[in-house]
């Protein structure tokens, strides 16, 4: 195996993130989710809506989730085109009235408010299950959300792990499915475990295929 192979899988954090653990850095973290300030509420109800952080902020620090909460913020808004339709207005109110480009700088910002309105009505992922979510459930083996090949494992592959009470230890391995990854004596993969993917993940709860 190459040398960047082995220092990729050296990376891996294979640490048991459970309700139980005693890291003092994840406890503080926890908390500090639990009881939110006024920067960390506002970057938490962003990263939990937008669609390529919902899944991850779970296992981010509150700064992280602080800085990148309120960058999207900026971004998400469309401040951008409005404060500059703004300036060119008090600057130059005769020029921007008459200008085809204001109402195409106009017209951008109400395609980004729209934009801004899709994303910001996307529902909330909770804080679940992650390394520094302040909420750890176990897994319950719920039937909701919409069951398909990846998420659900066959019916052989459930039988070879019925027995176990304990799933091995994955290595922080990716699975191709949830069936994969029963072959491999793997399940109930919680958000905070380097194998956790979404797509793995049938009712949304933080716990990948749930035994």
């Given at each position: 195996m190459s040398e960047h192979k082995l220092n990729k899988t050296?990376?891996?954090?294979?640490?048991?993130?459970?309700?139980s653990t005693t890291d003092t850095?994840?406890?503080?973290?926890?908390?500090?989710?639990?009881?939110p300030g006024f920067f960390l509420r506002g970057a938490?109800?962003?990263?939990?809506?937008?669609?390529l952080t919902r899944h991850k902020y779970q296992n981010w620090t509150t700064s992280r989730t602080i800085i990148v909460g309120w960058l999207l913020w900026l971004?998400?808004?469309?401040?951008?085109?409005?404060?500059?339709?703004?300036?060119?207005?008090?600057?130059d109110p005769e020029g921007f009235k008459k200008s085809p480009w204001a109402k195409a700088l106009l017209g951008l910002a109400v395609a980004w408010a729209g934009y801004a309105g899709v994303i910001l009505t996307n529902p909330s992922q909770a804080n679940v299950n992650g390394k520094y979510s302040p909420v750890q459930t176990q897994p319950n083996g719920e039937v909701k959300g919409k069951a398909d090949t990846l998420n659900t494992a066959s019916a052989e592959a459930m039988k070879k792990v019925e027995a176990q009470k304990e799933s091995k230890d994955s290595g922080g391995r990716k699975f191709a499915n949830c069936t994969a990854a029963f072959e491999a004596g793997v399940f109930n993969i919680k958000r905070s475990n380097a194998s956790y993917e979404p797509r793995l993940d049938r009712d949304s709860d933080g716990i990948a295929c749930e035994k």
């Open positions: 050296e990376k891996v954090d294979t640490t048991d993130y459970s309700a850095r994840v406890l503080k973290e926890r908390n500090a989710y639990d009881h938490g109800w962003i990263v939990a809506r937008f669609p971004i998400i808004l469309p401040i951008i085109p409005i404060v500059a339709a703004v300036i060119w207005y008090v600057r």
